[in-house]
């Protein structure tokens, strides 16, 4: 069957379609789970993003709220710690 449509499509110039509809569905459906792989990627990626913000504005806004404290009041690595144990 193959050779007959594939002789059918060269002697058609395409008109007669080579691949079978098994075959235009299985193509489709790969189409489909790339489309649906990307797009996971793409969410991912915007989380990780909102993280990393989130996190740069809590750091900072720890920072200035530091301000003008004086040295044994400053927030310390254990403090960040402890704040993302709780959260």
């Not at 489909?32 to 993003?49: M, N």
């Not at 809590?58 to 690595?77: D, L, M, N, S, V």
Request: no cysteine; proline share 2%.
């Amino acid at each position: 069957m193959g050779l007959i449509r594939k002789t059918a499509s060269l002697t058609t110039l395409g008109a007669v379609k080579y691949t079978s509809r098994r075959e235009a569905q299985t193509k489709a459906a790969l189409q489909e789970a790339k489309l649906t792989k990307a797009q996971h990627r793409t969410l991912d990626a915007q989380a990780k993003l909102a993280e990393t913000q989130r996190g740069a504005l809590e750091a900072e806004q720890r920072e200035q709220a530091a301000e003008g404290q004086p040295w044994y009041r400053q927030p310390t690595i254990g403090d960040a710690i402890r704040a993302a144990k709780q959260k």
